[in-house]
């Protein structure tokens, strides 16, 4: 029942997942931020040039790479942060255009469009951790490539799960009304004493750690990487995620990641159309149903339905 | 399950009594699920088009020939990683597919590669041109032509016959081919000694390349090296002439196309390239294939068509000798091919499993490609 | 060189312009982006493109069939993908730019569906014409374009300027409640404004098609994202700034390829965005702060 091919879309399921609440924590304050390609991308080069020139353990490479894109994910965020709506929308899609030419003309560390190869891979890397200390596969019954798939996945969900119980709690706290706060009404938020450019920039540059921490884990998912992954279609991808899932509450970017990301593996029998049913998609969402498939009276009523009572994250 | 099973061994003792029964050559045929991964939408679907014409049609000449029977299960990647490798596990773990094709993409088979060569099944590139695939591991092959054999093949002919001393070069900077194409390129170029009078890049979807081709008319070269897909050379092309830029042009395979005088018409005359693949060649089973392929498909084959259909030939050929649609024993089959007669010409593997043949170095005369000499 | 570049520069730019032009109008006076306004622009130029190659149509001929297409395009895309979206409860402006991102993506699978993927060259009749200017060669194909793009600019500003229609939009533009207390159809102005800027699209891909002798279905995206840039540079929303955002543009590209590094010319308009963004926000043209606008 093991099988690769699944368990492969559902680690990508999880990545995407991170990258949708990459864009899902920036709008959390009214941000629209296009520039997480670019974010994703500076977090799976470090990640990757650290493990590759450097031969710094994975996960020291990951924990650069996130932290990097924190990092300029702040510098960015402070100037940037004066903008709003599209103007924010637009400065960011630039930036991550930037960096991606920075990517490819910057040839000496990055061997430009030819991309890295060879990065040590998340899996792999496991089986030949385990294998030196006597493990095998077979003893769990397994086939290395299934073992391979299954450690991925495993350690992908319970990053995934440990980051959407951080998030869930987060958003319930007081930091969290602070940003709903200012979503709704930045002027008024601001009246009432809430330092909104502090959290601005803590959303921004939140977003950019986790835009930056899924990058690297890309990386290291697949084993190669190039500038051509984090173009503009990749930004708009994230933002997707979200959009069609649900802007408004955690689970959406969610539910939007995993079903944008099974839908073309399903359709994959008309993969011509597929595009075709994808834009589609997107504009009898917005005509339908602006706020994405799930909001909080979705949510309410699904929980209801359940016979639990609703928390009051909302 | 059990069921199937015990179908299944009937009916293979059943095959191997009529084996022994019957002649040798009249055989059930050898039976095998042969995966392709290639672009059907997206940027690169014009590729993925011609490749899987080239399979498919491989494959209805290889079955009707009754010595194996292969069935194709075609899968998308949109030219991205992350689909092309979804797509990898599919054929290898859902699927159980024999052998991969494609896929089309060197960035693709960075990722595809590792997984399939893990896996244990062969995998073989029909389009991928960049430096170290079949490094990757020793179940990756390829029969398309590195550009680092096209180029210099290409670059050398050149330069003897137009007595070039002095080249502008111009390439797509943000793409795997062409960048490896110019890498090899230059590579040539400083091995002969040749003056670079200016390196001017583009990148994908530029419409204008008037700024470069300025800059590069005002350095007088006596010619241009261009690496550049033939979607991009061409346009490339039909402006530089309309600049009088009446250099010759020398490229890489990945600008050799019919399409190429299609889109560029007598601007396209004087572009020399190398490449595996010749339409016009005088040779029959070339024709035959030339033919059939433009009844087919309303237009000439190009060399990705060229490419996947003797691709699918060799599979064949390693199926046969394979005996079985067995992972291992098609790889080591595949691994002594030596010598395949097949469109392109002779063709082996070496012991990298990397391409063995003589590139043909072409230039667009008269608006026709024929043989540079 | 420097005049060939010069002129390059220009031809360049004034294609960027009337792409920009697009944007703006839109913008203007809804307040959303069209993301979808680059692959109208390619429809434009497919459909000068057959015109041209398949009826060996004049130019003109094939300027007017790009422009009845694209204006029928823009029509259906403010009835289906824009007009349902306004004044909807809880849809914000980034649902038009969702929705539009969507037409887009169905756009240039449609084109790819009738028309192939790959290049497909533009023929023209007077392609290779070209006359000298002491050692400076001009071509034809650089003074059609830029004649039809002064043309196209001086109208539409005279347009709006003086016309009846021309002010209403204006006065949409500043404010659409004002503007429909005042008695103007907002709503027909709404759909004028769509249906003009996707035209424009149309002719900028004749144009394109003609100037660089290709045209295919990727073609959108690139050209898409630079006319944003220039709206940023110009001020959104701002005609005149749309034409001088988009000559500067098309002179910056050129003389980075002239005298830099040509692999970095696809950065230019986006590190033009970021420092315009920074310096003057509400662009060179621009006059409302981006705060007043959302």
Redesign the interface.
């Known amino acids: 029942m093991i ?3 699944y ?3 559902a680690s ?1 399921i999880l990545i995407n997942i991170i990258l949708g609440l990459s864009i899902y924590i920036t709008l959390s304050t009214g941000q629209l931020s296009l520039g997480n390609a670019g974010f994703m991308s500076i977090g799976a080069y470090t990640s990757a040039l650290l493990t590759v020139k450097v031969g710094l353990p994975m996960v020291a490479g990951i924990l650069a790479g996130s932290l990097l894109a924190f990092l300029i994910g702040i510098l960015i965020g402070i100037p940037t942060l004066r903008l709003q709506g599209v103007y924010l929308a637009i400065a960011t899609l630039g930036f991550g255009e930037v960096v991606r ?1 920075l990517f ?2 910057w040839e000496s560390l990055t061997s ?4 890295i ?1 060879g990065i040590p ?1 998340l899996g ?1 890397t496991m089986l030949a951790g385990l294998q030196e200390r006597g493990f095998s596969s077979e003893q769990w019954g397994l086939k ?2 299934e073992f ?2 299954l450690t991925i996945f495993i350690i992908l969900l319970a990053i995934t799960v440990l980051l959407l119980a951080f998030f869930s709690r987060l958003f319930a706290s007081r930091v969290g009304r602070a940003f709903r706060a200012i979503r709704l009404d930045e002027k008024a938020a601001e009246a009432m004493g809430i330092h909104t450019t502090y959290y601005k920039i803590l959303t921004f540059s939140m977003g950019a750690l986790l835009a930056g921490f899924a990058g690297a884990l890309f990386a290291h998912v ?3 990487i ?4 984090f173009t503009y279609h990749r930004a708009v991808e994230i933002l997707v995620f979200a959009v069609f899932g649900g802007s408004e509450v955690l689970w959406g970017p969610v539910f939007g990641a995993l079903f944008l990301t099974v839908m ?2 399903m359709l ?1 029998g008309m ?2 159309y ?2 075709f049913i994808y834009g589609t998609i997107l504009v009898v969402m917005m005509v339908f149903r602006p706020q994405g498939v799930l909001d909080q009276p979705l949510l309410d009523r699904l929980r209801g339905r359940r016979g639990g009572g609703g928390d009051d994250a909302a | 399950m059990r069921k199937i099973s015990k179908f299944f061994l009937t009916a293979s003792i059943l095959a191997l009594v009529l084996a022994q029964a019957i002649p040798a050559a009249q055989a059930a045929p050898v039976a095998a699920k042969i995966g392709v991964i290639s672009i ?7 590729y993925g ?1 011609a490749i899987t014409n080239g399979f498919k049609m491989a494959r209805d000449e290889l079955n009707a020939k009754g010595e194996v029977k292969i069935e194709l299960l075609i ?2 990647s ?1 030219g991205k ?3 092309a ?3 990898a ?2 054929l ?3 699927q159980q597919v024999t052998a991969i094709l494609g896929p089309t993409l060197s ?1 693709e088979m ?2 595809v590669g ?2 399939a060569n ?2 244990g099944v062969p995998i073989m590139g029909t389009s991928t041109t ?1 430096a ?1 695939i079949t490094q990757i591991g020793k179940y990756v092959f390829r029969n398309s032509l590195p550009e680092s054999l096209a180029i210099p093949a290409s670059v050398k002919k050149a330069v003897a016959k137009y007595n070039i001393k002095s080249v502008a070069m111009l390439y ?5 081919f ?3 194409g110019f890498d090899s390129m230059k590579k040539a170029a400083t091995d002969l000694g040749l003056k670079v009078t200016t390196i ?13 081709l ?2 590069i ?2 350095t007088k070269p006596d010619a241009v090296f261009c690496s550049a897909l033939y ?2 050379g ?2 490339i092309l ?2 530089a002439r ?3 830029i009446n250099q010759p042009f020398v490229g890489g395979n990945g600008f050799n196309s019919p ?1 190429v005088i ?4 007598e601007a396209a005359n004087g572009l020399v390239v190398a490449t595996p693949w010749f339409a016009d060649k005088n040779d029959p089973q070339v024709k035959a294939f030339v033919q059939k392929y433009e009844k087919a498909y309303g237009k000439k084959p190009d060399q990705f068509a060229a490419q996947a259909y003797d691709a699918l030939y060799i599979m064949g050929e390693a199926l046969k000798k394979a005996g079985q649609a067995d992972r291992n024993k098609m790889r080591d089959a595949l691994a002594g091919i030596r010598n395949y007669n097949g469109v392109l010409g002779k063709f082996s593997f070496d012991a990298e499993r990397d391409v063995v043949m003589d590139p043909n170095v072409l230039i667009i005369k008269d608006g026709k490609f024929q043989i540079f000499n | ?1 420097f005049f ?2 010069l002129i ?2 220009i ?2 730019g004034s294609i960027y312009a009337i792409v920009a032009l697009g944007y703006t109008l839109v913008f203007g006076v809804l307040d959303i982006i069209n993301m979808a306004h680059g692959e109208i622009f390619m429809f434009g130029a497919f459909v000068g493109m057959l015109l041209i190659s398949y009826f060996e149509a004049p130019v003109l001929l094939a300027l007017g069939g790009a422009v009845l297409v694209t204006a029928a395009m823009g029509l259906l895309l403010e009835r289906l993908a824009l007009r349902p979206l306004r004044g909807k409860k809880g849809a914000s402006h980034l649902a038009s730019l969702i929705s539009t991102i969507g037409v887009s993506i169905i756009l240039e ?1 449609l084109a ?1 569906h009738l028309f ?6 533009f ?1 023209t009749s007077f ?2 014409a070209s006359f000298t200017v002491g050692s400076t ?1 001009v ?1 034809l194909v650089q003074v059609i374009i830029l004649v039809i793009a002064v043309l196209l600019m001086v109208g539409l500003s005279l347009w709006l300027r003086k016309a009846k229609a021309g002010k209403a939009l204006r006065a949409t533009a500043e404010n659409l409640e004002t503007a429909s207390l005042l008695g103007i159809n907002t709503g027909r102005i709404i759909v004028s404004t769509v249906v003009v800027a996707s035209a424009m699209g149309g002719i900028a891909g004749v144009l ?1 098609g003609m ?4 045209v ?1 279905n ?2 959108g ?3 898409g994202l630079k006319g944003l840039a220039i709206i940023i540079l110009g001020g959104m929303g701002s005609v005149n700034g749309a034409m001088a955002g988009g000559l500067i543009l098309g002179l910056a ?3 980075v ?2 005298y830099g ?3 970095y ?2 950065a230019i308009a986006f590190v033009a965005i970021i420092v315009i963004l920074l310096i003057r926000p509400q662009g060179i043209f621009g006059q409302a702060l981006p705060e007043a606008k959302r």
């Open positions: 099988n690769p091919y368990l492969q879309i990508f030419v490819i003309n430009g469009a030819v991309g190869a891979h792999r290395n490539n391979i798939s697949t084993g190669y190039s500038p051509a992954d073309p593996e994959r993969s011509e597929r595009y | 059907i939408t997206g940027a690169g679907a014009a088009e899968e998308d949109s990683q992350e689909q490798l979804a797509a596990q599919k290898i773990n859902s960035t960075k990722v590792p997984e893990a896996s960049a170290g797509g900077n943000d793409d795997v062409t960048k490896s001017e890049e583009f990148q994908k979807g530029q419409a204008d390349y008037k700024a470069q300025t800059k008319k005002a979607e991009e061409a346009v039909s402006q309309k600049m009088g399409k299609d889109i560029a018409k | 060189m060939e570049q390059n520069g031809t360049l699978n790819h192939g993927a790959g290049n497909k060259p023929p392609a290779d060669t071509y394109v100037a660089f002798n290709y295919n990727q073609m995206l690139p050209m590209e050129t003389f390829v002239a590094n040509s692999g010319r696809d």
